[in-house]
């Protein structure tokens, strides 16, 4: 398996086209971020799609991202989402869909670890910037360093109810 490592941001260039293959259960990069576990499934220039695990307890707060639409594609678990200043809810099947320029976090509020399987179109530096935040733990770094990558983070008393 092999280990995200932590890189400068900004040094990375940006993926290229999809190679075709099977990404097996267990292989690839697997990145420990704020106390999720995310494996990566697939990186390329139009999407960016990786696996999640987020145990009781854990969330991404509020953030957009102004170049890329994001999905989620929920497995096992709840989560309770943010979306555009509304609350609402996703369980297993259900799939969320969040546009580009759309306020948005997700919360296991639950007392079950969540999964989900995750896609942002296009890709652009979410590797990038996954690599840099594995096992970081400076809440103050992790937004500059998302900002960097065109993840931005929103102050957190931003969201009613978060």
Known sequence: ?????????GKAALPGPLPAGVTRAGEGTVWNVLGHTYWLKAN???????ETLDPPG?????HIHPTQDE?????????????????TQAGPGDLVCMPKGLVHAYYNR???????????????????????????????EVVRRSA?????????DSVPGA
Request: aromatic share 14%; net charge negative; hydrophobic share 50%.
């Open 58 to 62: 854990t969330f991404v707060p509020p």
């Open 110 to 140: 639950g007392t079950v670890v969540a999964r989900a399987l995750f896609w942002v179109t296009p890709g652009r530096r979410l590797k990038e910037l996954f690599d840099a935040l594995h096992d970081l733990a400076d809440l103050e």
């Open 148 to 156: 960097a990558c065109e993840v931005e983070f929103l102050p957190p």
């Open 71 to 87: 999905f989620i594609r929920v497995l096992e678990g709840t989560f309770d989402l943010y979306l555009d200043g509304v609350w």
């Open 1 to 9: 398996m092999n280990e995200a490592r932590t890189a400068p941001v």
């Open 44 to 50: 390329s220039e139009n999407a960016f799609v990786f």
